[in-house]
């Protein structure tokens, strides 16, 4: 028999803010959704592995669900859905709804760049007979985590014709796949020696391309100029042709499930595709939301948000403007009355390294959907520092939906830190709060996030957008 509570556990009960596994939470069918909701995201992971695959998937998905393509000349109505491509890197989808403009929005800006290997300009070379590719890391990287692991090339080249040829060796069967070589430990006494972030130099990156030379005892180079000959017969390109490339290196291994219970998702460039994606499709299950429903896939954040396609540049305000132009509102107007989750990854706590993390406040996995007041470094230094009101009006939202979540730092104090979008959305006077899934191994060539924590953040864009 069921002993009665005391009354000191009815007042913990009362008073205690409850932190629990959301596996503790929420009953089988709803752990089956979280499941099933993962299996498409898997396949996302495997299509859309660089920013441009991502906006590629976005618009494939969009205009399935009756997007058309943005026209600033035309007033939107309830119910009417655009997109508009920010030169095939970001993305801006908008479901207008049914308050006026004047009201805001409700944004959600996720980025869908991740770190990689980028191809130099003049990337092929030969050396002592081996033809490689040199490289340059984009994005906070350990470089010793990108040796011997299977990568495949992705991107766009833009030949002197003016014609552009999309890129993709590595990921289907039958494929050859690249690496960056390592010493072998019987010989690396001296690289041993090295600090750990110079275990591997950037200009060790160097991607093994072929070793066969092009049968003619004239010319020198020869292994070189097979490669170029291959790549000529295949894409009709020359050398010349690199420079006006955009070609990444990026892990050939495709999404799975990790753990015997199948309760992860691990992958590359889940930092920050998960939010991406959660967020893409909240956008298209919600159908008839009652403010204008804006998300935002945008470019560059691992690197600052620089550039046209990040969201440092105007884009996305010079989106807002001509959407609201017709109606007669100036975008100002509504980017000060809007509301915005900038969705963004938490380091998940790792019982492996426990001494980064301040454990009361840390992100755990599996309980649930993350909110980060702040991010930053040391003295918050680059973060936006949401407000207690829009803080409190994010969380009950969640309560009320039954959402599981919890709240976050990442990591301690004086451990290091790290930044979002949120910052710059919050310069154009809207309030913004980070909010999305914890990761372990976060920059890794593989991460791994739990299946009900991704589940839940998309259940916390759906009910952001739909309220």
């Not at 980028?118 to 470089?143: M, Q, S």
């Not at 100029?225 to 050398?239: D, F, H, T, W």
């Not at 980070?434 to 991704?454: I, N, Q, R, Y």
Request: glycine share 8%; charged share 25%.
């Amino acid at each position: 028999m069921e002993q009665e509570k005391s009354q000191a556990e009815l007042l913990k009960e009362q008073l205690f803010m409850q932190r629990k596994n959301g596996g503790l939470i929420l009953d089988e069918s709803q752990l089956k959704q979280a499941d099933d909701f993962c299996e498409e995201y898997k396949n996302f992971l495997n299509r859309a592995k660089t920013e441009r695959e991502a906006v590629d998937y976005a618009i494939e998905k969009a205009e399935q669900n009756g997007f058309v393509p943005f026209d600033p000349s035309v007033t939107y109505t309830a119910g009417q859905k655009v997109y508009y491509n920010n030169r095939n890197k970001s993305i801006v989808l908008a479901v207008m709804g049914a308050e006026p403009l004047e009201n805001g929005v409700r944004l959600i800006a996720a980025h869908i760049d991740s770190p990689r290997l980028d191809l130099k300009p003049n990337p092929l070379y030969e050396d002592h007979e081996v033809a490689l590719f040199k490289t340059h890391y984009y994005g906070g990287i350990k470089k010793y985590q990108w040796t011997t692991i299977p990568l495949s090339l992705h991107g766009v080249i833009l030949k002197q014709d003016g014609s552009k040829i999309k890129v993709n060796i590595g990921e289907d069967p039958g494929d050859p796949v690249f690496c960056v070589s390592d010493l072998l430990p019987h010989l690396a006494v001296d690289q041993m020696k090295r600090t750990s972030p110079e275990l591997i130099k950037g200009e060790e990156l160097n991607i093994l391309v072929g070793l066969h030379p092009f049968r003619d005892d004239k010319v020198s180079e020869k292994v070189k100029l097979n490669i170029l000959r291959i790549l000529n017969e295949k894409y009709g390109m020359v050398e010349r042709d690199f420079i006006s490339t955009e070609l990444e290196m990026v892990p050939a291994f495709h999404a799975s499930d990790v753990g015997l219970d199948r309760s992860m998702v691990g992958s590359y460039g889940q930092d920050d595709r998960v939010c991406a994606y959660t967020a893409l499709m909240a956008t298209l299950d919600c159908k008839a939301p009652s403010k204008t429903m804006v998300t935002v896939l945008a470019d560059k954040e691992e690197i600052g948000s620089e550039g046209n396609t990040g969201l440092q540049s105007s884009f996305f305000a010079y989106f807002i403007a001509d959407l609201a132009k017709p109606h007669g509102v100036e975008g100002r107007t509504v980017l000060s009355h809007t509301q915005c989750l900038s969705a963004d990854v938490n380091a998940g706590f790792d019982p492996t390294f426990p001494d980064v993390m301040e454990q009361r406040n840390a992100a755990f996995c599996n309980r649930g959907v993350v909110i980060s007041k702040y991010t930053g470094a040391r003295g918050k230094s680059g973060t936006s520092d949401a407000s207690a009101e829009f803080v409190d009006c994010i969380s009950r939202l969640l309560d009320r939906c039954g959402i599981v979540w919890q709240i976050a730092e990442l990591g301690k104090v004086d451990g290091g830190g790290g930044g979002t979008v949120a910052a710059f959305l919050a310069n154009l006077n809207m309030d913004v709060v980070d909010v999305g899934v914890p990761v372990l191994s976060m920059h890794a060539p593989f991460e791994v996030t739990s299946k009900l924590d991704v589940y839940m953040t998309y259940r916390t864009f759906y009910e952001f957008y739909c309220q």
